[in-house]
């Protein structure tokens, strides 16, 4: 079985300062793991993937995450935020175990404050 | 053009009705989802499909059908529609456990 868990609904930060956006997973088998955005009435894009390569996985417009397979996460993280970062952010996960579905997480959403 | 379309974006209905969301991918990506999206719940799955005529329910089946004849299309059938059913529909395609790629999503609302 398969689950993730973002652990904060809400995240907001001033323009300029690190972002933060954690995500735990639980898995069976070796997972893949990615983080999708979505801006305001948007579908959702890819930011980065994580599958059984690097740990440290850098993504589009400044984004990289770290899996750490002791402490089950993937956080995603950027040293600055922009205004135009503000968007949903999902954690998914998938493994081979699951057929090629994914299990999403319920989403953060990221606010920047100028 | 390349990619994974979706059409209608907006639809309007009434309750009882039957609507037909499509879907349609241009990469011949074995696998396609069907998500809803409502509020408090992010991505729920609704059905998916490995491959042309191999479908398989997902966390929220009940009140929808799907199809998949040929491997690009992959519609998505409400038979009778509730209001409940009123969101935001996203159709996906990968290749195995990989990247998706998301359509631009429909909008229904059912009055």
């Known amino acids: 079985a398969q689950s993730v868990t973002q652990l904060d609904s809400h995240v907001s930060v001033s323009e300029g300062t690190p972002v933060l956006l954690r995500c735990n997973y639980s898995?069976?088998?070796?997972?893949?793991l990615f983080w999708y955005v979505q801006h305001p009435n948007k579908g959702l894009q890819l930011l980065l993937k994580?599958?059984?390569?690097?740990?440290l996985v850098k993504g589009i417009n400044g984004f990289e995450a770290e899996f750490k397979k002791s402490e089950t996460s993937f956080h995603l993280t950027k040293p600055s935020a922009h205004m135009s970062d503000a968007a949903e952010y999902f954690c998914?996960?998938?493994?081979?175990?699951?057929?090629?579905?994914?299990?999403f997480g319920d989403g953060t959403t990221l606010t920047v404050k100028p | 053009d390349a990619g994974i379309t979706q059409s209608p974006r907006y639809k309007i209905t009434e309750t009882g009705r039957q609507v037909t969301l499509m879907c349609h991918q241009t990469?011949?990506?074995?696998?396609m989802f069907w998500y809803r999206q409502d509020l408090g719940h992010g991505l729920r799955l609704i059905y998916y499909?490995?491959?042309?005529?191999?479908?398989d329910k997902g966390e929220v089946p009940d009140g929808y059908v799907v199809s998949r004849s040929k491997t690009e299309n992959f519609p998505l059938t409400l038979e009778s529609a509730t209001r409940s059913q009123t969101s935001v529909y996203f159709c996906?395609?990968?290749?195995?456990?990989?990247?998706?790629?998301f359509g631009p999503g429909t909008r229904l609302t059912v009055l």
């Open positions: 499909s490995a491959a042309a005529d191999i479908t």
């Open positions: 990469w011949s990506h074995s696998y």
């Open positions: 898995s069976s088998y070796s997972p893949s």
């Open positions: 996906a395609s990968s290749d195995e456990v990989d990247e998706q790629f």
């Open positions: 998914v996960v998938s493994d081979l175990g699951n057929a090629g579905k994914s299990t």
């Open positions: 994580y599958t059984s390569a690097a740990t």
